[in-house]
């Protein structure tokens, strides 16, 4: 069934609503937690939530990477500098190999091309080239998806993501959620 610009833009719109949650909770929950004092990445618990956080980083700018490609022809419909921002946050998860990360290691044990179990210290290698091998370097890399309170980046990906979302209400209105 084929969907005019208006449905298109109103689905585009709500999911845009849940990723701008999802992302800006990711980095908060990673903020809280690193403010604890007895935070330590060696703690079993606090290494684990650093996993589940990247996990769900992973997940969702996955999904923004699909929902930037899948609606390219509205993107590129967009006017400057929104248009502009968009490619670059696209551009930005395919140099950083987020969506090849989730496709091959983030839900995965076994290889499905060779059907061998995934080597669990190349999967380190690509989080850590993802997201740092620091809490400094995933602050940095939580900076870039969403700002800490009080700051703002308009070049963001949770800004960049305000911003489609709003002109997608501009467009079609607040709708139903599809």
């Known amino acids: 069934m084929a969907c005019g610009m208006n449905e298109r833009l109103n689905f585009l719109k709500w999911a845009l609503c849940d990723l701008i949650v999802d992302l800006t909770i990711n980095t908060e ?9 007895d935070f330590s990445p060696e703690k079993p618990r606090d290494h684990a939530l650093i996993r589940m956080v990247c996990s769900s980083l992973t997940v969702n700018l996955s ?13 590129n419909a967009l006017d400057e500098p929104l248009r502009g921002k968009c490619i670059e946050v696209k551009k930005e998860i395919e140099n950083r190999k987020i969506y090849k990360f989730r496709s091959k290691y983030a839900a995965h044990l076994i290889d499905n091309d060779t059907n061998l179990p995934l080597s669990l210290v190349e999967g380190e290698k690509r989080i850590t080239a993802i997201f740092g091998s620091t809490i400094g370097e995933l602050n940095s890399f939580c900076e870039w998806v969403c700002p800490s309170p009080g700051k703002v980046d308009p070049n963001s990906v949770t800004s960049v993501l305000c911003e489609l979302r709003d002109y997608c209400r501009g467009e079609v209105g607040t709708g139903s959620r599809p």
């Open 63 to 75: 999904k923004l990477w699909e929902a930037l490609n899948h609606f390219g022809k509205e993107v």
């Open 29 to 37: 929950v990673l903020r809280d937690a690193v403010s604890r004092q």
